[in-house]
């Protein structure tokens, strides 16, 4: 749980791939969030990720209720990059 609603992990990414689905997530108004090992982030200014942040593996959660439309986003823009 985390700010009290359930959260399932989509995948375990490295920081900038994270980031960047979390981008598209959002922009198609899935809300997400990227924990890294030391905490849970809802917002990475790119400043904090050049400087230093943590660029590992990161976990990349959703609401357990939008869980299923992001599955479905991601697989429908994997496929359409796959046709190009």
């Given at each position: 749980?985390?700010?009290?609603?359930?959260?399932?992990?989509?995948?375990?990414?490295?920081?900038?791939i994270?980031?960047?689905?979390?981008?598209?997530?959002?922009?198609?108004?899935?809300?997400?969030?990227?924990?890294?090992?030391?905490?849970?982030v809802?917002?990475?200014?790119?400043?904090?990720?050049?400087?230093?942040?943590?660029?590992?593996?990161?976990?990349?959660?959703?609401?357990?209720?939008?869980?299923?439309?992001?599955?479905?986003?991601?697989?429908?823009?994997?496929?359409?990059a796959?046709?190009?």
């Amino acid at each position: 749980m985390y700010q009290g609603d359930v959260w399932v992990r989509l995948d375990t990414l490295p920081r900038l791939i994270a980031e960047s689905v979390r981008r598209t997530l959002s922009q198609h108004g899935i809300v997400s969030v990227v924990r890294t090992p030391f905490q849970w982030v809802m917002a990475s200014p790119v400043i904090e990720i050049e400087t230093g942040g943590y660029l590992g593996d990161v976990g990349l959660y959703v609401p357990q209720v939008q869980h299923q439309e992001a599955e479905t986003l991601l697989d429908r823009l994997s496929a359409e990059a796959e046709e190009d």
